[in-house]
């Protein structure tokens, strides 16, 4: 038998074995069991604690720091009770939906969006934010190694049905728009969902498609699915609506979408959309911004303080909405004219002349018995959309995906989207009391997480909470107790 060097085994110790694989050295967990059949004991070989190396010597394994410190925070005598409390009192409907729809995992999904929204947590540390959280003391001896919750998140990912129906409960807002989807990053070689395809970026990724519903009364998402990385497909739209039943749903599109071939698509297929035209398409009729005579407009709109006026035609069976934002054209107009002192090579008052009309107009085409106040604003949602997005990609940090199989990148995304939501409920608390200008959602939480239990005797108590936060929970009217 090869003799170990005496730079690894000096790390030896009780309970342990020293074991040389690959020309490396690892120190696993050892011990002994006795075998009533062969009359004798029999080594177990538990888990690895760590590699030696002649230069560092014993650098102990993630795995069995973690273990350590779960040992450690199972006997904690503090705990984050804030956001635990106010899941309990403020999101309570989604306690009360994830128990309908998933009465034998909810607990856990809970646990895995409270990790999601508040740490942005990859799952190998989901124990380790639920052992510092009341939610341990809620919903006790809940199994969250990182191995488990993989196996947890195959099994929910099959159950697709159960995910839309929790986000029907959600769909009867009467204003819906459709979203022609946003593209993430998968590190998965094994998923056949996972395409090579040029990102919304302008690079060639493998990519995931989700395609999404928003309510623009509800102000939250109602609806998502994963496709191909390279479906761009109308259909996606129609197979979409027909498994979340939908009914009353317009599908917004960029200025990119527009081409006659996909308007027959969505028109065969009898899909209701309001697509944005660039602003050099010839369908569109500038005979009305070129005159100052506002009496030839059928009118204008309010949004957010600004006039925009508007008038309507048809064209190739289509609906025609022009709209005029006088404000944007004087910006416009200014930057143009800036430019051609700044950048003389790209810019010219010739040029300027032939776009001067243009400035401060957006066109739209559209199949929708919507007059135009409420297709201009039902496109001025898709920048809440888009916040949506940026807001899941960013905050909750679900822009890329390391799942392995479709299964678990179902479940994934689901945990993300209820972390979605509550971040979206805050805001809108936030918006109720008037106090976006000074707290964001995440300021909010950052106060809740503050909130803290500590047990006396053998007992819980709420601890001390200082004034600031106290004077943000009144002024929302939260009591945490």
Excluded: C
């Excluded at 506002?294 to 609906?319: C, D, H, M, P, V």
């Amino acid at each position: 038998m090869a003799k170990h060097p005496q730079w690894a085994t000096k790390h030896k110790r009780k309970g342990a074995e020293l074991r040389l694989i690959n020309g490396r050295y690892y120190l696993y967990e050892v011990s002994s069991k006795w075998d009533p059949n062969k009359k004798r004991s029999k080594k177990i070989t538990g888990k690895l604690l760590g590699k030696i190396t002649k230069e560092d010597g014993f650098i102990e394994s993630e795995k069995a720091k973690l273990r350590k410190q779960s040992l450690i925070v199972s006997n904690l005598s503090v705990k984050e009770y804030g956001i635990t409390a106010f899941i309990d009192n403020h999101l309570s409907q989604y306690k009360d939906l994830l128990k309908k729809h998933f009465p034998g995992q909810w607990e856990i999904i809970l646990v895995l969006s409270y990790g999601r929204l508040i740490y942005q947590s990859p799952l190998k540390n989901i124990a380790f934010h639920y052992a510092h959280s009341y939610l341990s003391e809620q919903y006790k001896g809940l199994s969250l190694s990182a191995k488990s919750l993989s196996v947890f998140l195959r099994e929910l990912g099959t159950n697709r049905k159960a995910i839309t129906d929790f986000f029907k409960e959600f769909t009867n807002g009467k204003n819906n728009i459709i979203f022609d989807g946003t593209d993430l990053i998968s590190y998965s070689k094994k998923m056949e969902i996972t395409k090579l395809s040029k990102s919304k970026k302008g690079n060639f990724q493998n990519l995931i498609n989700l395609i999404f519903a928003f309510s623009v009364d509800l102000q939250l998402p109602i609806y998502y699915r994963i496709v191909a990385g390279n479906i761009k497909d109308i259909k996606a739209f129609k197979l979409s609506l027909t498994e979340s039943q939908i009914s009353n749903a317009v599908i917004i599109a960029d200025k990119g979408f527009y081409s006659q071939k996909n308007i027959d698509e969505l028109n065969a297929e009898k899909l209701k959309y309001i697509i944005p035209l660039k602003r050099n398409n010839k369908l569109i009729k500038y005979d009305k911004v070129k005159t100052t005579d506002k009496k030839s407009y059928e009118g204008f709109l309010k949004y957010q303080g600004r006039i925009i006026w508007f008038y309507t035609y048809r064209a190739k069976r289509q609906t025609i909405n022009v709209y005029l934002d006088e404000e944007l054209k004087t910006r416009e107009t200014k930057d143009y004219l800036n430019r051609i002192e700044s950048l003389p090579d790209n810019y010219n008052i010739d040029t300027f002349y032939d776009k001067e009309n243009t400035f401060g107009t957006i066109a739209f085409i559209h199949n929708t018995n919507k007059i135009p106040e409420e297709t201009y604003v039902d496109y001025k949602s898709r920048g809440q959309v888009e916040t949506m997005i940026d807001t899941l990609k960013n905050i909750i940090d679900a822009d890329k995906s390391y799942m392995q199989d479709e299964q678990a990148l179902e479940a994934w995304t689901f945990i993300n989207y209820i972390a979605l939501h509550w971040y979206y409920r805050i805001y809108q608390l936030l918006v109720k009391n008037k106090l976006t200008n000074k707290y964001s959602p995440m300021d909010f939480l950052l106060f809740l997480k503050e909130i803290r239990k500590v047990k006396i005797n053998d007992k819980w108590y709420l601890a001390e909470i200082i004034t600031k936060t106290e004077d943000l929970l009144e002024r929302l009217k939260i009591h945490i107790t």
